[in-house]
């Protein structure tokens, strides 16, 4: 039905006419085809397929994208028997102990994962090595001036003394030696003595705070004090002092708290759940 009377060709507004009536409408293809036009083949819906992907069939259109490219990186985490990297890049966390030592092992349970254990940071012998030298350059000054003076008692007396402090010094270094920090999946333990052993632990489950403290000292040489508190309650294992790269160990307690299995998947023992006694 005809809305009006048509320009004639001699009106300024026929060319326009003109185009309106024979320009094409062009058809845009699609940027983000429906993922079911990829499916199989259908004899009786190919043609209708092949009208939704903008006139391509779909060998022509994945032609044209190309094949999906991966770097090497990207399938490092993947391949089997690649366990992947130990710790995430730009940690400060170092690697974790794979056994435990024979002073340790012997307080762990069976269905209990060993994650590391430290010794106490060398500060903790400063006083005892102090007074190792100060006795050590006390007994050189003191023997040497009674050899002079012929006074042999004496200086065997001070002989005696020194040889005092030093055993002391050394039975202080080999506490210090037997003196660890030990952590578990299921448990936080300090195992101290010689001749007298002292085995504290707290439960992992049961720590409600937890902080570290690093004073000016222990920031410049790499220590820290923890204070752990389960449910406001006294316990065996609360001050924990002189402790190596507290940063480092407050992660380590912290993830094994919060995301256990982040360290499984590091260490590559994810590939199952396992029974773990809880």
């Not at 490219?69 to 992947?84: I, M, Q």
């Not at 092992?105 to 090595?129: C, D, M, N, S, V």
């Not at 708290?257 to 590559?268: D, F, N, Q, T, W």
Request: proline residues 8%; aromatic residues 10%.
């Amino acid at each position: 039905m005809s809305t009006g009377p048509e320009p004639s060709a001699e009106e300024p507004g026929a060319r326009r006419w003109e185009d309106r009536d024979t320009e094409p409408i062009p058809r845009a293809r699609p940027t983000d085809p429906d993922p079911d036009d990829y499916a199989d083949p259908d004899p009786y819906t190919d043609g209708a397929q092949s009208a939704r992907l903008g006139g391509y069939g779909r060998d022509e259109y994945y032609a044209d994208e190309g094949p999906p490219t991966f770097t090497e990186d990207e399938f490092s985490g993947l391949r089997a028997g690649d366990p992947g990297p130990s710790v995430p890049p730009g940690s400060r966390m170092a690697p974790l102990d794979e056994e435990a030592s024979r002073h340790a092992a012997r307080y762990l349970f069976p269905t209990e994962k060993f994650r590391g254990e430290w010794k106490r940071h060398w500060i903790q012998l400063a006083k005892e090595g102090g007074i190792a030298v100060a006795a050590t350059i006390a007994m050189g000054y003191i023997a040497g001036w009674l050899t002079k003076h012929n006074q042999t008692q004496l200086r065997t007396a001070v002989l005696i003394i020194w040889a005092v402090v030093i055993l002391y010094c050394a039975w202080r270094v080999a506490d210090w030696w037997y003196d660890r920090f030990i952590l578990t999946n299921k448990r936080v333990m300090v195992v101290s003595g010689i001749f007298t052993r002292n085995v504290a632990m707290m439960p992992l489950l049961r720590v409600t705070d937890m902080k570290y403290v690093q004073s000016l000292t222990g920031r410049m040489f790499g220590y820290g004090h923890f204070e752990l508190e389960s449910a406001g309650q006294d316990q065996a294992l609360r001050n924990i002092r002189n402790l190596p790269n507290p940063n480092e160990l407050y992660l380590r307690i912290v993830e094994e708290m919060y995301e256990p299995e982040a360290v499984e998947a590091r260490l590559g023992r994810a590939a199952g759940v396992e029974d773990d006694g809880t």
